[in-house]
């Protein structure tokens, strides 16, 4: 399956479950839905971003391009399914209410899987960069003495040698 589309899908579920369940909260708890409502915004984002961070430690190809497909695709999804979702568990909610949630909800939803998943890809570059690169043993195998100066580095001239 296409990386996209499984990101797509499973963040049009999420954000769909979660509008759904952040509008039965809201019609059961009025005074109490801003608190609520700016947690489920920050779990939304924090799974973008750590499944952002996830796809560049784990190197996964062109993760960028990915992500913006799949935010448009979470996007529309979400929309669709957040209308389904309320109209069956929450309230009446029919088909009119379908325009809107596919042009502002749409929008919103891709913003809220898009920078938080760039930003994870951020965050996962600069893990993977941290990490301690492998050590390679500086003594011949057959004499048992170090490298000389005269021999070419292996790895190239970014790396570094201890001096003796």
């Given amino acids: 399956m296409r ?53 560049r430690w784990r190197g996964v190809e062109d993760a960028g391009r990915a992500w913006l497909i799949a935010s448009l695709v979470a996007g529309w999804g979400a929309a669709v399914l957040g209308v389904i979702g309320k109209s069956v568990f929450v309230d009446q909610t029919g088909v009119a209410d379908l325009g809107s949630a596919l042009t502002g909800g749409a929008a919103f939803t891709a913003l809220l899987v898009l920078i938080p998943a760039s930003i994870g890809l951020a965050a996962g570059r600069w893990i993977r960069s941290s990490r301690p690169p492998a050590e ?29």
């Fill in 3 to 55: 990386t996209w589309l499984l990101r797509g899908l499973v963040m049009a579920v999420v954000h769909a479950v979660a509008e759904t369940v952040r509008a039965d909260f809201g019609v059961h708890h009025p005074t109490s839905r801003t608190l609520f409502e700016a947690l489920v915004l920050g779990v939304l984002a924090g799974v973008a971003a750590v499944w952002g961070a996830l796809d």
């Fill in 136 to 164: 390679d043993s500086d003594t011949d195998s057959d004499s048992g003495e170090q490298d000389t100066e005269d021999e070419p580095q292996r790895g190239g001239p970014t790396r570094s040698r201890p001096r003796s």
